[in-house]
């Protein structure tokens, strides 16, 4: 009896691992896409506020905020929405 709940605990443990790994994919996605445009609006508010070095270290600064690599999280969800044969989430 012990024995079977602890396998189920694992087969119920693993699936809720895939849930969440597909669920911090599309964060991952979502937030990188969003990031582009937060990034365009932040320069914009930047250019209407500063001029000269201090627009150019601002801009510098925001600069730093690097895209990641999406590719394997968008196959991860086209993975499973094709698998699913419907939106998954």
Not at 1 to 10: E, S
Not at 13 to 32: P, Q, T, W
């Given at each position: 009896?012990?024995?079977?709940?602890?396998?189920?605990?694992?087969q119920a443990?693993?699936?809720?691992?895939?849930?969440?790994?597909?669920?911090?994919?599309?964060?991952?996605?979502?937030?990188?896409d969003t990031m582009k445009k937060i990034e365009d609006y932040a320069s914009q508010i930047l250019v209407a506020m500063e001029t000269g070095?201090?627009?150019?270290?601002?801009?510098?600064g925001l600069s730093r905020l690097t895209p990641t690599n999406t590719e394997a999280a968008r196959r991860q969800i086209a993975n499973a929405t094709i698998e699913a044969e419907k939106y998954v989430c």
């Open positions: 009896m012990v024995q079977q709940d602890t396998d189920d605990f694992r443990e693993a699936r809720s691992e895939e849930k969440s790994s597909l669920k911090i994919a599309m964060i991952r996605v979502y937030v990188n070095d201090t627009l150019t270290t601002y801009l510098s």
